[in-house]
């Protein structure tokens, strides 16, 4: 069965964010199930690994050993790469490295790549098969080149993900591509509060939940929560939809298609006991 597990959950702010005594911050400092490192994710079936996104800076001790097989990358803003600036120098092996075609990437990393081999470029709507998997890039709205994924297991009972992070709204051509697609799991960029203001670059918590309604996954996690908005959240004590969750640190779920919907729903009922509510 198809298993994505969530390594990160925070906007490029992270929680806590050094000097803020926000309630979102201070509750990190003590309890750790609060922290939210850069948004980052690992793909999983059949003992196939493959990462998504590289902010985790310590990287090499989530793998030690390991048999990860690709990064995918979004996009190569430093709080998604970061962790690539260590795991380079690694005396492993080659790591296959895909992402978006971006000229410029981050500060060296092309011209000292070490262990990584930045050789595959993703292309829009163009999929890409790796080991269990079939990964379509979809183009997002953000201010670097950036590629969301929708992701397919060769097996028919695995069901499917959409990853779309880091984006404000979807273009078009991306959500007319979900919608004739069955999405079991939408993984969703939050990072903001609702505001009066459209955000520049990321959605907030309101364009989030009209993704969710557009495409009509059978349930979304939010992710790339910021602490402005986990402040939000606290303050705000109504439900988010039933099937709308917010994601934390190390939640892991597992992906069945709709042949199996009581092992899905089983998996959101073992993950997340108190869905965190909010009002639309």
Wanted: net charge negative.
């Amino acid at each position: 069965m198809m298993q994505i597990s969530i390594l990160g959950s925070g906007s490029v702010y992270g929680a806590p964010v050094l000097g803020c005594n926000c309630s979102a911050c201070t509750r990190a400092r003590s309890l750790k199930q609060y922290i939210r490192a850069e948004t980052s994710a690992l793909l999983e079936e059949d003992g196939y690994k493959i990462l998504i996104d590289a902010g985790i800076a310590n990287l090499e001790g989530y793998f030690e050993g390991s048999n990860l097989e690709t990064i995918l990358l979004t996009h190569y803003h430093v709080d998604h790469v970061m962790g690539l600036f260590r795991l380079r120098w690694s005396k492993d092996r080659t790591i296959s490295v895909i992402g978006p075609d971006d000229p410029e990437g981050c500060a060296d990393l092309f011209k000292h790549s070490g262990v990584l081999d930045f050789g595959r470029k993703a292309e829009a709507f163009k999929p890409i098969e790796l080991g269990p998997f079939l990964i379509t890039p979809l183009p997002l709205l953000h201010s670097k080149l950036t590629y969301g994924y929708f992701i397919e297991s060769v097996y028919d009972a695995s069901g499917s993900i959409a990853y779309l992070t880091d984006t404000v709204g979807l273009p078009s051509e991306v959500s007319t591509f979900l919608q004739s697609k069955k999405v079991d799991l939408a993984i969703i960029d939050a990072s903001e509060p609702p505001a009066e203001q459209p955000p520049r670059n990321h959605n907030d918590l309101s364009m989030a939940l009209d993704i969710h309604d557009t495409i009509n996954p059978r349930k979304s996690v939010l992710t790339h929560i910021g602490h402005e908005l986990d402040v939000w959240f606290e303050r705000n004590p109504s439900r988010l939809p039933n099937n709308v969750f917010v994601a934390a640190d190390g939640d892991t779920y597992e992906v069945a298609s709709r042949l199996n919907d009581s092992n899905f729903d089983r998996a959101f009922s073992n993950q997340i006991s108190q869905p965190i509510e909010t009002t639309r």
